[in-house]
């Protein structure tokens, strides 16, 4: 926005992400410190962070989670952990488990009232730490246990598949 010179002036009031793969805590994690650095960039101080994506599957035939790039297989799970994180993160985060389309879209409302969406290519899942290495997350602890390990894992990341990411 800014190379285009369409970036305003006014710091960002919402923005609102639909990708219906915001399904595990590293991807959770990832999502909220990107939009939290952005908002601060933007000047913002009381931006609002709206998330729209599918909920979990619960009868999942992979077995029980156990890694942070794992899915959340409850949705009172996956609201409850990304909205506190959230709150841990200073930023204020709501999620909507609902049908979303394929694509992932970011539409931030500014404060002046001026409005952009912004189309991209790949979301936050196409990161996760290399193959051989195991980063652990509890499934099965309550929302406030979760949170304080999504705050504090810290991991190496790389790309996953094949083909460019931007």
């Not at 196409?126 to 099965?140: E, G």
Request: include cysteine.
């Amino acid at each position: 926005l800014m190379k285009c010179g369409s970036w305003p002036k006014a710091g960002i009031a919402q923005a609102v992400y639909r990708d219906s793969y915001v399904s595990s805590p590293l991807v959770a994690r990832l999502l909220i410190d990107t939009m939290k650095q952005i908002f601060s960039q933007s000047g913002a101080t009381e931006a609002a962070l709206v998330i729209e994506t599918r909920s979990p599957r619960p009868k999942d035939v992979r077995g029980d989670p156990w890694q942070i790039w794992h899915d959340w297989r409850d949705a009172a799970d996956q609201k409850a952990v990304i909205e506190l994180f959230g709150k841990q993160r200073g930023v204020r985060v709501s999620l909507r488990q609902m049908d979303v389309p394929h694509g992932r879209y970011l539409d931030i409302d500014f404060a002046d009232s001026s409005a952009a969406t912004i189309v991209l290519d790949q979301g936050f899942g196409a990161w996760a730490p290399p193959r051989l290495v195991t980063v652990r997350y509890d499934f099965a602890v309550d929302a406030t246990t979760q949170v304080r390990r999504l705050a504090t894992v810290n991991a190496i990341l790389e790309r996953r598949g094949v083909g460019k990411t931007y």
